[in-house]
Each structure stands twice: as C-alpha cells, then as structure tokens.
C-alpha cells in the first residue's frame, strides 16, 4: 500500500513540475486568497480591539447620567433643546445616597469660542470637579490639574486638551498662559494627555474648567448637563444604574406610569454596541477574504480539470499497466492538495507582510492572530481537496481503452 501510495505522489509531484506556469497562477490564486484572509481579519480585530481600548480608557465602569429624557422616547425626536433637570444638589445625592456608587462628577459643557492673543478657536469647555480624573481615566502630560480648593475658591484655571493646545498655541507650551473664554480670562495650569477619538467625537478637543468656575463667572448657570458616575464593580453596573434611576425619579417627584426626565447610560452597553458593529465589520471583510479564498479553489479546479484533459493516454497506460481507480484518485488529489499546500505557505507569508505594510504605512491597528493563520493554511489545503475531488474522481472514472485510444 505505501509504496502505491509514495509512487503516486511521485508522480504527481512530476507531473506538476513539468507545467511551471500553470502551476505559478494556481498557486497565486490560492496565495492571495490565503493572504486577504490574513490581513482582512488582522485589519477587523485591530480596529475591534482599538474600539475597546479607546472607549474603556473613557472609564470601564463608567454610568452617564444626561438632563432631559432620552431621544428614543415618542414625541421627543429632536426636541430636547436646553434641559435643566440636573442639578449639584441631584449629583450630591448620587454620591451620598447610593451605596453601589464609587465617585461622582458633575458638568456642565457647552462649546465656547476661546481666545488666545489674535487667535480664536471653537471647543467644548467642561466644568467638572477633580474626581472627573479618574471617573474618566484622564491623565495630565504636563503641567497639573485642578484641585477642590481650586474649585470652591472659582479659581479662573483650566486645563487644556492637546488639540486645543496645538490649535492655540501652535507648539508653544501654554503652561502659564492666559486665555479667554467668554469675558473671563482664564490660566492655563496643565494639558492632558491624548486620549484621541471615541466614537466620532475627539476627546482631546476640549478644554476642563472647575464646576464653580464654570457656572458661576462663564456661563451663569444653576443647573448640569450630565452627572459622571463611576460605580464600585463592573459586575454591578446595571444595579448601581437602577439604583441612580429609583433615586432621580424619587428627587424628581416622577410618578409610576411617567417619563424619566433624565438618561442614563452606562459603558457597558456601550463598549457592547460597539464590539458589536466592529464584529458585523470584521464578519463582512472575512467573508469579503474567503470569497477569495474560493475563487482561488475555481482556479486549482481549472488547472486540475486542463490536466486530466491533456493526460488522458497517460491515465490510460496507467490503468493498462496494473494502477487501480484509487491509483488515480490518489494521484491526483495529491497534485491539488500539494498546489494547496504551497499556495497556503505563500499565502502565510504575503499575509504577514500585508499586514506588516498596512500598519507600518496606514497606521491602522492590525492584530496577526497565529490561530487564524493556521486555520488560513488548513483551509488553504482543504481547498485544494475539495476542488480536487472532482477532477480526481473524474479521471479515476476514465475507461482504460477510450483513454488509450484519445489524443490530447
């Protein structure tokens, strides 16, 4: 049996090397569908993976308590305009009357147009307490940031975020620096660290105020735009959330049967939402990937099939000499597994670089996953297999003496 078995892998591996060409663009086919699997997946977990990582440097356990109902409740589609429902003493009562609750922030943000000598840039100014760090896991490069003192005194401090940095001082430091905001003239004291972009919005493009500053020189209000709340566990993010609703309806003097006048969010269910679009993402550019893969099956199908066609005497010498069906069979199918084989090892290998040049050149995060590569080859050679089923089993089914009777 094995030396049926070595002969006709011999053969086969003769065979083939005798059409180096034909042989080139088959294995090409399957190389490149082997490699757009590589790099498409490796583009699709990179951006899941910086989606992830980008939203739960916004804080893990982070809840978002917005003023007004939420826009998904009937009748309010684009009606919220300036809602007033949230106020300090609201946030207080967070912080004081939830036992799941950890810290709490309070803010107010709108955008300003802030000045510095001739230049004039538009961003959003958020006044909020120190705890806002690490509620929101905001680092500071340089300089510091506000304290409490700062805040209950409506110190005229910020600290800037790098593009508004870049956008004012155009690569001066500003630490020390006076801007203005509104008719107020404000020190600069620190700039945060990147943060970069989270779901369309860029983090670094705002400018953060004490609270007390904020509402009561800037913009004269008495009321918040949002309350940041970091819960104590992960694991208990929905209670800690049921638990600031129960108390807003309660403070709010809502009965059973009425709308929230206010939103609650928690990121969670955000960073949920997003995995969940990056995962269609990632499904659709795989699926875009082995559609690639497939076609180059379709070309070791035609190879294999043109093959057959200009073997026929030589398959029948064979069978006249003494090979069985399975003789055949088995040669041939070796041919389309090794085009398979060879083809995937290639694949591997444009795949890695593929995805080596897209980072290094695009800047795209790409993730080079080893058991993808490995299911990439073992996919590649069933490939082979499986287009290879047809043409073998065809040949095997060739009469002996119409074989040796047919001219190529």
Not at 132 to 145: L, P, T
Not at 150 to 162: I, R, S, T, Y
Not at 246 to 252: D, F, N, T, V
Request: aromatic share 6%; glycine share 10%.
């Amino acid at each position: 049996m094995r030396p049926r078995l070595f002969r006709g892998f011999r053969i086969a591996i003769k065979s083939l090397m005798g059409h180096p060409l034909r042989v080139a663009l088959a294995v090409l086919s399957i190389s490149i569908g082997v490699a757009s699997v590589i790099v498409m997946v490796g583009i699709g977990r990179g951006a899941e993976e910086e989606v992830r990582r980008k939203i739960e440097g916004m804080g893990v356990n982070l809840i978002v308590v917005s003023a007004g109902p939420s826009r998904a409740v009937k009748g309010n589609v684009g009606q919220l305009g300036i809602m007033t429902t949230l106020t300090i003493k609201d946030a207080m009562a967070i912080a004081e009357e939830c036992p799941l609750v950890k810290r709490v922030a309070p803010v107010y943000s709108k955008k300003l147009s802030i000045k510095f000598e001739n230049m004039s840039y538009s961003a959003k100014v958020v006044g909020t307490l120190p705890s806002i760090q690490e509620i929101r896991n905001i680092g500071v490069q340089s300089g510091k940031f506000f304290d409490e003192d700062e805040n209950k005194l409506m110190a005229p401090v910020a600290v800037l975020g790098p593009t508004v940095a870049n956008a004012l001082f155009a690569g001066r430091d500003p630490i020390g620096e006076s801007i203005r905001i509104g008719k107020v003239l404000i020190k600069v004291i620190g700039i945060t660290t990147p943060k970069g972009a989270v779901s369309g919005e860029d983090e670094d493009d705002q400018i953060l105020v004490p609270l007390r500053t904020v509402m009561n020189k800037i913009m004269n209000v008495t009321y918040l735009s949002n309350i940041f709340v970091e819960a104590g566990e992960f694991g208990l993010i929905h209670e800690t959330q049921a638990e600031i609703r129960s108390l807003l309806r309660e403070r709010h003097r809502l009965r059973e049967g009425k709308d929230n006048d206010f939103t609650i969010q928690n990121q969670a269910d955000v960073i949920e939402a997003q995995s969940s679009v990056v995962k269609t993402f990632s499904l659709l550019v795989g699926s875009i990937a082995v559609i690639s893969l497939i076609i180059g099956g379709v070309g070791i199908l035609g190879v294999m099939l043109l093959s057959i066609k200009e073997r026929v005497s030589e398959i029948g010498i064979r069978r006249a000499v003494g090979a069985r069906r399975r003789d055949i069979l088995v040669q041939f199918l070796v041919e389309s597994a090794f085009l398979g084989v060879v083809g995937g090892i290639i694949g591997l290998f444009l795949g890695v670089g593929g995805s080596v040049g897209v980072k290094y050149f695009s800047g795209m995060p790409v993730i080079l996953d080893p058991d993808y590569a490995v299911l990439s080859i073992v996919f590649s050679i069933a490939t082979g297999l499986i287009f290879g089923i047809y043409p073998s089993w065809k040949a095997a089914r060739l009469d002996p003496i119409q074989a040796l009777n047919t001219k190529a």
